[in-house]
């Protein structure tokens, strides 16, 4: 059974940079059937998708966000991870990692999320 | 950028059966993937590739997308059914793009 794991910082500064590393266990991150993502839920609202990374390191991004993420992986660790640059409180949010299928763009294993809060 | 648009709200009465729509420019032509997202959990996944249910979930889950509309069924719904639902499908470009969410109400 795949799982995945948050972790990383649940407070954040504003203007400074958001870490956050999703492990994975169960299976390999080194698969070419899948996609990494990263999906964040503002307080009270819906999903909204950050981006994703080929297990080779090919990363893409939501246009939205994309001049403040850089999503990479660490096939060694079997990990992948998430910073977004200059926080403000709207980056406010629940931040989930999943397992993106390919062929398909489902997200199938989801990790419990974990809270970031943007704060001084 | 790509938009789905759901309705923010879809109430059922216990067995009846709740439609929940999701909209979008050539949805038809795109996989689109359906999560149920209880208070306080992580989404999961219900529908994948229009019509397809996962191992697990119950039947009474079905799926269908024809033109620019995608509909997530469920028939007889369940106390257990009330949660928010989101929609999800490619978007330009490989993007994955979320609906804007609808929550089920079971009176």
């Known amino acids: 059974q795949v799982q995945l794991q948050e972790s990383g910082p649940g407070l954040v500064k504003p203007s400074q940079t958001l870490s956050l590393t999703c492990t994975v266990s169960g299976g390999s991150i080194n698969s070419g059937d899948y996609y990494w993502s990263w999906i964040r839920q503002l307080p009270g609202k819906g999903l909204e998708w950050i981006g994703y990374i080929y297990y080779s390191g090919s990363p893409y991004y939501n246009p939205s966000l994309k001049s403040r993420v850089t999503i990479s992986v660490d096939t060694s660790k079997n990990q992948f991870s998430l910073k977004l640059s200059s926080v403000t409180a709207a980056d406010t949010a629940v931040y989930y990692c999943g397992r993106d299928v390919a062929a398909t763009g489902m997200v199938d294993y989801w990790g419990q999320g974990t809270l970031v809060t943007v704060s001084s | 950028s790509y938009e789905l648009t759901q309705p923010p709200s879809v109430s059922v009465s216990p067995g009846q059966t709740a439609s929940i729509t999701c909209s979008g420019d050539?949805?038809?032509?795109?996989?689109v993937s359906w999560y149920q997202q209880r208070p306080g959990q992580s989404p999961v996944l219900v529908i994948y590739?229009?019509?397809k249910r996962p191992s697990g979930i119950p039947e009474r889950f079905s799926g269908s997308n024809s033109g620019n509309t995608a509909t997530l069924t469920i028939s007889g719904t369940q106390a257990m059914d009330e949660a928010d639902y989101y929609c999800q499908a490619w978007g330009s470009n490989t993007a994955r793009v979320f609906g804007t969410g609808t929550k089920v109400t079971v009176l």
């Open positions: 590739q229009h019509n």
């Open positions: 050539g949805l038809g032509d795109k996989y």
